[in-house]
């Protein structure tokens, strides 16, 4: 359905993951869902994205807000794309439900005024160039 609604994975810019256990359930068990391989990859591939995707994990009723982090799908760097869609279903999870969720961008924020983590790096004396060094 992102793909769809982006035109494409080519489209998607930022990408992100969540998941939420209600209340009989753990965390650990929507973090068993999405911290796998065959869970974040596909979607990795999907949009052409070389970066690790971002997530977050908790627990709560029906009607808890759903949180998504994005980042840039080719840069973690790149602070116009730190975003978070929050949303939340009605009915979900109920107790013994686990929702699971994708999100994406087409873009970053407009206007963006974060700054620039590089040259941030660089004005603490840090070596760009070496990205074991950052």
């Known amino acids: 359905m992102i793909l769809e609604a982006a035109g494409g994975g080519a489209q998607v810019e930022g990408y ?11 965390v650990e068990h929507a973090s ?5 391989l065959r869970f974040g ?10 970066t690790y995707l971002a997530f977050t994990n908790t627990r ?6 759903i949180m998504i982090p994005l980042m ?6 790149r602070r ?18 686990i929702v699971v969720a ?6 970053g924020r407009p206007h963006h005024r974060i ?11 840090h070596d760009v160039s070496n990205p074991a060094a950052v």
């Open 32 to 36: 068993a869902l999405i911290h796998t």
């Open 41 to 50: 990859n596909h979607y990795r591939q999907a949009v052409g994205a070389k």
């Open 80 to 97: 116009s794309h730190y975003l978070t869609i929050q949303f939340a279903i009605p009915d979900a999870p109920a107790a013994d439900e």
């Open 102 to 107: 994708l999100g994406a961008s087409i873009g």
């Open 16 to 26: 992100g993951k969540a998941s939420i256990v209600g209340l009989d359930g753990e």
């Open 72 to 77: 840039d799908k080719q840069d973690e760097g």
């Open 60 to 65: 709560g009723p029906a009607n808890c807000p």
């Open 115 to 125: 700054g620039d983590r590089y040259q941030d790096l660089k004005d603490l004396g």
